[in-house]
């Protein structure tokens, strides 16, 4: 008995440890206004179940995202670092190699980590989540958004039955309201009190009432969580988040940095620590999720981050977290796509500075190209010819001005620019100041900034910088569909050396330890002899019969055929001088030197002027 006493004595301290960590739900909704919630003053929009959860809980007034964009959002928030430093800037793109992320920092806590749905963060297997509800994880069919298998509640039941003493942090993110938007039942279009920043025409009310059914639908699914949660009888011991990952998808809101864009609903309940009923007027970014939940867990904060906790705004009601917060938009990698970055920071008194780096070039995205549902922007044209506020919301949409500064306590809409008033000069100045600041701090540079991760273009050819990769979205494949495929460059350094290239996973180049090799999608690897010269120019060629050539400093080096077209762009990303978002060892690491001009040319290396 006294052994067993002894015994109990030591092991108290790391029961009670586990026993009080929080369960940790988190509900993200995707593409959602803060302002598209009954429990933000929404009377429109039906959302009994983010009302409640707001009733039980603290309700942020100032949440933001830090990027406008789901991937790049998503990034943000599980790694706890603003896109630039985390390495996901366009949508769609990867982290950077060795980025510490949430679930590998709630595992140390003893949690299990479970991610249902969407995911949307690059490379998927260097975040060690468990992933469930893939079916409804998928863009579409539709019909799938509501996790109709109910994998996500299923999985908490048998969690909680099956593992009680483990601590569980599951996050559920269904593609609602993302467009496609479900099909309109409940709402009439001609009744609901449309927002001032969208022109009020059939279309748009049509798309609204869509979008509202979408929010209703997402809704219900969280319905389902918080009653799964409650019947389990873990809602005393669970902290519950509910949040979206950045704006809806209308002209001025996703993939911009106006406020419709970056401002999301954040509501939390976790009984016995948040007051029920608050509200919050603390600064908050997404990019504080991750500290917030390491520091819940009972974690020693995680140094490096950009991030901060706010766990005392919700335990002891602390009025402040951030004086200002950064925010940005490299938009989609799509060729059809403008390139139209813009880097912002927001203040907690209210003000709103935006500075855009290609201000002459038109704002393109897929609402005005290739709208999957309830395409409404042609109607937006044809009004703008005859209605002057829908010409204004057209071109606010369309051009930016160099430099935008808001003040959101009188102009919510930011409808009114301020960066040429001369009363508004002295916030002007200081706000762009702490922009330059904050860039500065990150590492990056306006040319890194006008530029992008983007190919520069020529006449049927392309060429990536060192230690970049370019998206298989950024070519026109009915364009770029090379007979014949050249890669051309000049390489320093191949007695260390590494990887040259990955063509959209279709072959690998290496240049290491004198030796140039080519590993193709099928297997085949060959290798050259090895070289006297640690640098010179090479030039690659391959065939869409399967030939490949390749000469390094005019010498014929090796010749195959592989018999397979290996020339065609596929899905993924085109590098020089990596592997993207992999750190490797061996002939694929990073390559360890200087490769200079690396060019993609398509048929021909020479060029004649068109006559």
């Given at each position: 008995m006294k052994h067993i006493l002894l015994l109990l004595a030591i092991l108290s301290p790391f029961i009670t440890r586990s026993q009080s960590k929080p369960n940790i739900v988190i509900y993200i909704t995707d593409d959602?206004?803060?302002?598209?919630?009954?429990?933000?003053?929404?009377?429109?929009?039906?959302?009994?179940?983010?009302?409640?959860?707001?009733?039980?809980?603290?309700?942020?007034?100032?949440?933001?995202?830090?990027?406008?964009?789901?991937?790049?959002?998503?990034?943000?928030?599980?790694?706890?670092?603003?896109?630039?430093?985390?390495?996901?800037?366009?949508?769609?793109?990867?982290?950077?190699?060795?980025?510490?992320?949430?679930?590998?920092?709630?595992?140390?806590?003893?949690?299990?980590?479970?991610?249902?749905?969407?995911?949307?963060?690059?490379?998927?297997?260097?975040?060690?989540?468990?992933?469930?509800?893939?079916?409804?994880?998928?863009?579409?069919?539709?019909?799938?958004?509501?996790?109709?298998?109910?994998?996500?509640?299923?999985?908490?039941?048998?969690?909680?039955?099956?593992?009680?003493?483990?601590?569980?942090?599951?996050?559920?993110?269904?593609?609602?309201?993302?467009?496609?938007?479900?099909?309109?039942?409940?709402?009439?279009?001609?009744?609901?009190?449309?927002?001032?920043?969208?022109?009020?025409?059939?279309?748009?009310?049509?798309?609204?009432?869509?979008?509202?059914?979408?929010?209703?639908?997402?809704?219900?699914?969280?319905?389902?969580?918080?009653?799964?949660?409650?019947?389990?009888?873990k809602k005393d011991n669970t902290a519950f988040f509910y949040f979206a990952d950045q704006g809806a998808q209308f002209p001025g809101a996703k993939w911009t940095v106006y406020d419709k864009g970056l401002r999301v609903p954040f509501i939390v309940r976790w009984p016995g620590q948040v007051a029920k009923g608050s509200t919050s007027d603390a600064l908050i970014s997404l990019v504080d999720l991750t500290p917030t939940l390491v520091d819940m867990a009972g974690l020693k904060p995680k140094t490096g981050l950009d991030g901060k906790s706010f766990k005392d705004v919700l335990t002891k009601g602390k009025k402040e977290h951030h004086e200002y917060i950064f925010a940005e938009t490299s938009v989609e990698p799509h060729y059809w796509y403008n390139y139209t970055p813009s880097r912002s920071v927001l203040t907690a008194s209210g003000l709103h500075y935006i500075r855009n780096y290609h201000p002459g070039r038109r704002f393109i995205t897929h609402i005005d190209k290739v709208e999957r549902n309830m395409f409404y922007f042609d109607s937006w044209v044809e009004s703008a010819l005859n209605n002057n506020k829908s010409k204004f919301l057209l071109d606010r949409y369309s051009y930016r001005e160099p430099e935008e500064l808001f003040n959101l306590i009188n102009d919510k809409n930011e409808f009114v620019n301020l960066s040429g008033a001369p009363a508004s000069r002295s916030d002007l100045l200081k706000l762009a100041g702490l922009l330059q600041q904050e860039l500065d701090r990150q590492g990056e540079s306006e040319a890194s900034i006008v530029h992008g991760p983007l190919p520069d273009f020529y006449d049927r050819s392309y060429e990536i910088r060192q230690n970049t990769g370019a998206s298989d979205l950024s070519f026109n494949r009915k364009v770029w569909n090379p007979d014949t495929l050249y890669i051309t460059g000049y390489l320093d350094g191949i007695d260390k050396g590494g990887i040259v290239c990955d063509y959209f996973g279709q072959f690998k180049v290496s240049a290491y330890q004198n030796k140039i090799g080519v590993e193709f999608a099928d297997g085949k690897v060959f290798y050259g002899s090895p070289l006297e010269e640690p640098r010179g120019n090479l030039v690659f060629r391959l065939t869409n019969k399967g030939?490949?050539?390749?000469?390094?400093?005019?010498?014929?080096?090796?010749?195959?055929?592989?018999?397979?077209?290996?020339?065609?762009?596929?899905?993924?990303?085109?590098?020089?001088?990596?592997?993207?978002?992999?750190?490797?060892?061996?002939?694929?690491?990073?390559?360890?030197?200087?490769?200079?001009?690396?060019?993609?040319?398509?048929n021909t290396l020479s060029r004649a002027p068109q006559q």
């Open positions: 959602q206004n803060q302002e598209d919630v009954g429990a933000y003053g929404n009377t429109d929009v039906r959302t009994p179940n983010m009302d409640q959860l707001a009733k039980e809980g603290m309700r942020f007034n100032k949440a933001y995202a830090a990027s406008s964009m789901c991937s790049p959002s998503r990034s943000v928030m599980f790694t706890g670092l603003y896109p630039y430093r985390n390495g996901s800037q366009m949508n769609h793109f990867t982290t950077r190699p060795g980025i510490g992320n949430l679930p590998a920092f709630l595992k140390e806590a003893g949690y299990r980590v479970v991610i249902a749905g969407k995911t949307d963060v690059f490379p998927l297997s260097a975040f060690p989540f468990e992933h469930i509800g893939k079916e409804f994880g998928k863009y579409e069919p539709v019909a799938n958004r509501t996790d109709r298998r109910q994998e996500s509640v299923k999985m908490i039941e048998s969690h909680f039955k099956e593992k009680p003493e483990q601590p569980l942090c599951i996050i559920i993110a269904p593609w609602l309201p993302h467009v496609p938007w479900v099909k309109n039942v409940d709402y009439d279009p001609a009744k609901i009190k449309l927002p001032d920043y969208l022109a009020d025409t059939k279309e748009t009310r049509a798309a609204v009432a869509s979008y509202y059914q979408s929010i209703t639908t997402a809704d219900s699914l969280l319905g389902e969580v918080m009653t799964t949660v409650d019947r389990a009888g030939q490949v050539e390749i000469h390094f400093n005019g010498a014929a080096v090796l010749q195959q055929d592989v018999k397979a077209d290996f020339t065609k762009i596929k899905a993924g990303y085109v590098t020089s001088g990596k592997l993207q978002g992999l750190d490797v060892s061996g002939k694929y690491q990073t390559f360890v030197g200087k490769i200079t001009g690396l060019k993609f040319s398509m």
